[in-house]
């Protein structure tokens, strides 16, 4: 064989590979589809989980708002999904607060209010109307309110045939205190 022969061989084999001259494999088949991955469900909803210490169970949802009012302020608990949940209303004519709770109620219900400080139960009356609910009117100079005020973090409210609600013990309840005895 000629040089030049030989050269140009051995150019074709480096610029083609070998592998031109050898048939290629066929190609791995392609996967399989992965089965679809199984649909989970969220829990469904059971009762209220039970605490047995007031100050652990998680603070309802929501936010004190306070609006003043030439009879005295009112500071409203509430949820934006849900409405108010709880309110505090000044009569300054009478000297008293008022504490509402939206809801069904019929009669005189057992209204237990939990601070750091002080526990009580009180006697609620239901509200007549549409909307219902359970009342509870306390002298302004209540050391109730008080506590409810200065408690450490939250307070308790918890009315008979009502949901239990574990409130923020923020400035807006003591507003409302200080405008009944101002």
């Known amino acids: 064989m000629k ?30 589809p992965a089965a679809p991955a199984p649909t989970v469900l969220p829990p469904a909803p059971g009762p209220a989980p039970a605490f047995s210490n007031w100050k ?32 505090l209303r ?19 219900v057992p209204v237990v ?24 009117t306390l002298p302004a100079t209540d050391p109730l309110l008080d506590a409810m005020a200065l408690s450490r973090g939250r307070f308790a409210v918890e009315a008979a045939g009502q949901p239990p609600l574990y409130l923020p013990s923020w400035p807006e309840v003591t507003r409302v205190v200080e405008d009944c005895r101002g």
């Open 3 to 32: 040089p030049v022969y030989a050269r140009l061989t051995a150019a074709l084999v480096l610029t083609f590979g070998v592998a031109a001259c050898v048939p290629r494999a066929a190609a791995p088949p392609a996967p399989a």
């Open 56 to 87: 652990d169970a998680p603070r309802t949802l929501g936010e004190w708002r306070y609006a003043p009012a030439p009879g005295g302020g009112t500071a409203l608990y509430a949820d934006p999904g849900r409405g108010t949940r709880f309110t």
């Open 113 to 136: 209010v939990r601070t750091d400080a002080l526990n009580r139960t009180l006697a609620g009356q239901a509200v007549p109307g549409q909307a219902g609910g359970v009342r509870v």
């Open 90 to 108: 000044c009569d300054r004519s009478q000297r008293q607060i008022v504490l509402e709770q939206p809801g069904q109620a019929s009669g005189a």
